[in-house]
């Protein structure tokens, strides 16, 4: 489900499912790209295409509750690390 993608540099938004006004922001490639995973690797893992990823990553699509709890296991941090309806602050601010 393609929506609207904007980004200013400070995080990945997308439109979520229910209702279709609030915009979703994410870390996933920050985070993936701390730890050094692939795009395959962490779809591997999570028992998704790695093109979901990239559509997670680019703000193309919001994932379930379920995925999105599982992405935050994944990385071994709270969901809201992984995913806010706030945009991140800027790294160095």
């Known amino acids: 489900m393609p929506t609207e ?5 400070s995080g990945r938004r997308a439109k979520a499912a229910a209702g279709g006004s609030e915009t979703i922001y994410n870390r996933i490639a ?5 730890r050094g995973v692939s795009r395959r690797a962490l ?3 999570l028992g998704v295409h790695y093109q979901t990823v990239g559509y997670l ?3 193309e699509y919001s994932p ?3 995925l999105a709890m599982r992405i935050a296991r994944y990385f071994e941090v709270p969901v809201e ?3 806010s309806t706030e945009p991140f602050p800027r790294i160095g601010q």
Do not use: D
């Open 30 to 34: 920050v985070l993936r790209a701390e």
């Open 64 to 66: 379930s509750l379920h």
């Open 57 to 59: 990553e680019r703000g």
């Open 43 to 45: 779809a591997e893992a």
């Open 5 to 9: 993608n904007k980004s200013n540099g």
């Open 81 to 83: 690390v992984v995913f």
